[in-house]
């Protein structure tokens, strides 16, 4: 069964980092593209990056370009988010997603999805 799992979520002042984790479990990262994708309260769900299956090449939304950085650890079968410099308007639930296509950050791109985990930017 394919999952993916999110992790690293917190609370965290503005200005500060956050590095949140997606390990996947039931396929490799070889064969499937990761994206990340965020959803604040009363808002739509919007895609921040997306890093590809063949060659890691990647994608990300403007607003996030120069602070948000996608990676992947094959060998960990995990995909990552370092957010620095964060805001309080980059305060929502975090969820990254599995698709057998090319790199996206159109969530209806991606079949498999993460529970979800907690970014709170607060002073």
């Known amino acids: 069964q394919l999952q993916v799992v999110e992790s690293g979520g917190g609370l965290v002042q503005p200005g500060g980092s956050l590095r949140l984790s997606c390990e996947a479990f039931?396929?490799?990262?070889?064969?499937?593209?990761i994206g990340w994708f965020r959803q604040a309260p009363g808002k739509e769900r919007e895609g921040l990056s997306c890093i590809s299956s063949s060659d890691g090449s990647t994608d990300y939304r403007d607003s996030v370009k120069g602070r948000f950085t996608i990676s992947r650890d094959i060998g960990k079968n995990t995909a990552y988010l370092q957010m620095n410099s964060l805001k309080p308007e980059d305060t929502a639930v975090y969820y990254c997603?599995?698709?057998?296509?090319?790199?996206?950050?159109?969530?209806?791109?991606?079949?498999?999805w993460g529970q979800g985990t907690q970014v709170t930017v607060t002073s």
């Open positions: 997603a599995a698709s057998p296509f090319a790199c996206s950050i159109y969530a209806g791109d991606y079949e498999h």
């Open positions: 039931g396929f490799t990262l070889h064969a499937y593209a």
